[in-house]
């Protein structure tokens, strides 16, 4: 079985305030995949990361950065300097070697930022 | 713009009607999904293809249909739903079923039933 466990429910930010989303995982393959995603109110998940299960290095994309920690089996999400474009709801996924291709959705993170 | 592409955008159908969801990509991908997403709720997985053939069905009811006729297409019959079947069904794309690239996915169409 997997569970991805995103504990904040809903954040709110001001603008240019560094924000932390947190995410925790649970599964037995050996082999499997971590992402995360981003919905906006229109609807569309956007893909914005994957980190493969035997790569812990963390990453940086402009202002997003993302710490994977196999350790604690968490893989979490901070963006600095928010701004009110990122607002949107934010879901962690995983999916395991031997899913077939599920994907199991933490219950998302809503994120405000206010101006 | 998503390179997965869903119609239509908003759908309002009533109990006795029959309608589908049409979805399509052209990134050559060979799997493709159907998800029901409920308001302030995760997607939930309905049906996995791969190489046009269903791969998973997550015991969906049987007044949702999935078809797939080609590799690029992926479509959602729908008949005979019931008001709890209203919810934003999400259509997504990846380039194999067991491979570790992420799933694309598009606008969804928002279903809203009488």
């Known amino acids: 079985a997997q569970k991805v466990t995103q504990a904040q429910t809903e954040i709110s930010v001001v603008e240019k305030e560094d924000v932390t989303l947190d995410c925790v995982y649970e599964t037995r393959d050996t082999t499997y995949y971590l992402f995360w995603y981003k919905q906006p109110p229109s609807g569309e998940l956007v893909f914005l990361i994957r980190r493969n299960s035997f790569d812990e290095q963390n990453e940086i994309s402009g202002r997003y950065s993302w710490n994977f920690q196999k350790s604690t089996s968490s893989f979490n999400f901070t963006i600095t300097a928010s701004q009110v474009v990122d607002s949107a709801v934010y879901f962690c996924a995983l999916r395991g070697g031997t899913s077939y291709g599920k994907l199991t959705f933490g219950q998302g993170t809503i994120l405000t930022v206010h101006p | 713009d998503t390179e997965v592409t869903q119609t239509p955008k908003h759908l309002v159908m009533g109990m006795t009607n029959k309608k589908s969801l049409k979805c399509e990509q052209h990134?050559?991908?060979?799997?493709m999904y159907w998800y029901k997403q409920k308001a302030k709720k995760p997607p939930e997985l309905m049906f996995v293809?791969?190489?046009?053939?269903?791969?998973i069905n997550e015991s969906v009811p049987s007044r949702f249909s999935p078809e797939c006729p080609n590799s690029s297409l992926l479509n959602l019959h729908l008949h005979a739903l019931q008001p709890e079947d209203s919810a934003l069904y999400l259509c997504?794309?990846?380039?194999?079923?067991?491979?570790?690239?992420?799933?694309?996915f598009g606008d969804g169409t928002r279903l809203s039933i009488l």
């Open positions: 997504a794309s990846s380039q194999y079923r067991d491979s570790n690239q992420p799933q694309h």
């Open positions: 293809y791969s190489y046009e053939k269903l791969s």
């Open positions: 990134m050559g991908h060979r799997a």
